[in-house]
Antibody
Framework: EVQLVESGGSLVQPGGSLRLSCAAS????????MNWVRQAPGKGLEWVSY????????YHADSVRGRFTISRDNAKNSLYLQMNSLGADDTAVYYC????????????WGQGTLVTVSS | DIQLTQSPSFLSASVGDRVTITCRAS??????LAWYQQKPGKAPKLLIY???TLQSGVPSRFSGSGSGTDFTLTISSLQPEDFATYYC??????????FGQGTKVEIK
């Protein structure tokens, strides 16, 4: 069974940093492209970051580029999101999700971890 | 970037109703469209991919159609567990995988 478990969300002050993790199991992690998607309270879904299976190809949304960094450790079956210079607009539930390149779709999602940026 | 516009943003319906949600792309995206269902406090769940292919385990009352710029998600007979928010997403120019703004389906 595919499982994605996010962790690391918490309350952080504006300008602060946070590192989110996503532990994967039930599939060959290194073979899957991965994403972070976020959802601000009461709002819709926003794609944040993408990383290829090898980790060599990375993309970030304009809203986080230069502040957030996606990475992965295939030996640990883990995905990460390093978030710096956080602002109130970054307050959201952050989900990790697999990308199925055969179907062009995000097919498995974690339960999400809440990041709150507030003083 | 390609934009997706869903309509309506909100709809009120009764159990047993036929419900249709539309998703319009700002430019052609072939059939690279997916639909997700999200219930409060839960992660999105994949319903349909490639515009019309039902994800394994999803009830057959859900169906999708369309190609190019206009797509629809239809629930043939709304059930109590279907009250949720629905999102379309395109991945024809992935990344990013832009989402529509969502359609909330509530009980009338």
């Amino acid at each position: 069974e595919v499982q994605l478990v996010e962790s690391g969300g918490s309350l952080v002050q504006p300008g602060g940093s946070l590192r989110l993790s996503c532990a994967a199991s039930g599939f060959t992690f290194r073979s899957y492209e991965m994403n972070w998607v976020r959802q601000a309270p009461g709002k819709g879904l926003e794609w944040v970051s993408y990383i290829s299976g090898s980790g060599r190809t990375i993309y970030h949304a304009d809203s986080v580029r230069g502040r957030f960094t996606i990475s992965r450790d295939n030996a640990k079956n883990s995905l990460y999101l390093q978030m710096n210079s956080l602002g109130a607009d970054d307050t959201a539930v952050y989900y990790c999700a697999t990308y199925n390149s055969s179907w062009y779709v995000f097919d498995y999602w974690g339960q999400g971890t809440l990041v709150t940026v507030s003083s | 970037d390609i934009q997706l516009t869903q309509s309506p943003s909100f709809l009120s319906a009764s159990v047993g109703d036929r419900v249709t949600i539309t998703c319009r792309a700002s430019q052609g995206i072939s059939s690279y469209l997916a639909w997700y269902q999200q219930k409060p406090g839960k992660a999105p769940k994949l319903l349909i991919y490639a515009a019309s292919t039902l994800q394994s385990g999803v009830p057959s009352r859900f169906s999708g159609s369309g190609s190019g710029t206009d797509f629809t998600l239809t629930i043939s007979s709304l059930q109590p567990e279907d009250f949720a928010t629905y999102y379309c997403q395109h991945l024809s120019s992935y990344p990013p995988g832009t989402f529509g703004q969502g359609t909330k389906v509530e009980i009338k």
